[in-house]
């Protein structure tokens, strides 16, 4: 018998059955109390019928809601699931019943997308729906397999390798009122954006950056995906500077949201005319300079990255420049 139960100003339908052997406890949740035991009872009876391999009914669409409701906000990047599922709306699979979905319908959804965004676009749409089919497999019992599973997935696109050029840092320093004292919102963008090149910190990583990270001349990231992002990250004499001019009467250093951060430094982008470059490429500017500074092991530490290789790419140095630095 189903459990039907309130869930907030919604109702969950709760279902807990045995069938040879195996358990199947979907669950759901809706509008009105009638919609739930609707819901309930189809789906009670599909399991008694053996017809159980998921919940044929329900839309792809509903699965990614569901997951943008209940799982993204465990994410650090809830607002970007949120709105990818959101645009997704316009893809027929949103639409598709679960019971009618198919590899193949994945496949023309993957080579449709190819052809007008790149690879890792694709790339990282596709990890998203593969995550939601796996919840909805593993703890909504609502499919049995994962569509995906067998397809090819995009490869991952080439490493940007963009660098703000000095002419560049220039421009927005001065567009963004980097070159005053930190008193307006624009300003500390821009000051953010130098700080960026300073340390290589992620953009969310600066903007969550807190008085009591700061300990001498490191700065502590607390938060991150992955046990390398969070670190103790050195700083260098201009980073100091940048933050001495900062106000310590705010909660974070900068006292700026990723909003307003993302908004007026497209704004800035727009006013100078510098096209393709985006704030994280200011990462890319301070691996290149502390590549000339520490051994490859170090930058990784500083850098917050898990595979090494990747960083492979600031070390330019000639192999004549190396070999005057031997004994």
């Not at 009591?212 to 700065?219: N, P, Y």
């Not at 704030?279 to 990255?305: E, M, P, W, Y």
Request: hydrophobic content about 35%; aromatic content about 8%.
């Amino acid at each position: 018998m189903a459990s039907i139960k309130r869930f907030g100003n919604k109702w969950r339908a709760i279902i807990n059955k045995r069938v040879d052997g195996k358990a199947h406890r979907p669950s759901e949740v809706f509008p009105t109390k009638t919609e739930a035991q609707a819901w309930a009872a189809m789906v009670e009876n599909e399991i008694e019928s053996g017809k159980r391999g998921q919940v044929k009914s329900v839309t792809f669409g509903k699965l990614l809601e569901r997951y943008a409701e209940e799982e993204s906000p465990k994410h650090k990047g809830v607002i970007w699931e949120r709105n990818l599922i959101r645009r997704f709306k316009e893809q027929p699979l949103y639409s598709s019943k679960l019971g009618d979905l198919s590899a193949n319908d994945f496949g023309k959804w993957r080579n449709s997308r190819l052809k007008t965004v790149s690879e890792g676009t694709v790339r990282r749409e596709w990890i998203l729906l593969s995550s939601a089919i796996n919840v909805a497999i593993k703890e909504w019992q609502w499919l049995t397999v994962n569509p995906l599973k067998d397809l090819k997935r995009p490869k991952d696109g080439p490493s940007r390798d963009r660098l703000f050029s000095s002419k560049e840092i220039e421009s927005l320093t001065y567009i963004l009122g980097a070159d005053k004292p930190p008193t307006t919102i624009s300003s500390r963008v821009g000051y953010a954006m130098l700080f960026a090149m300073e340390t290589g910190m992620r953009a969310g990583e600066i903007l969550g950056l807190r008085w009591d990270d700061i300990k001498g001349r490191t700065a502590a990231v607390r938060e991150g995906k992955t046990a390398s992002a969070k670190r103790e990250v050195p700083l260098t004499l201009e980073a100091i500077r940048i933050l001495e001019l900062l106000s310590k009467d705010t909660e974070t250093c900068f006292d700026i949201t990723n909003k307003q951060r993302d908004a007026l430094f497209r704004k800035a982008m727009n006013k100078t005319g510098i096209t393709d470059l985006h704030f994280h490429d200011s990462r890319a500017n301070a691996c290149t300079k502390l590549a000339k500074q520490v051994d490859i092991l170090s930058l990784a530490k500083i850098i917050g990255h898990k595979n090494i290789n990747q960083l492979q790419v600031y070390y330019r140095d000639t192999a004549q420049e190396i070999a005057e630095r031997l004994n």
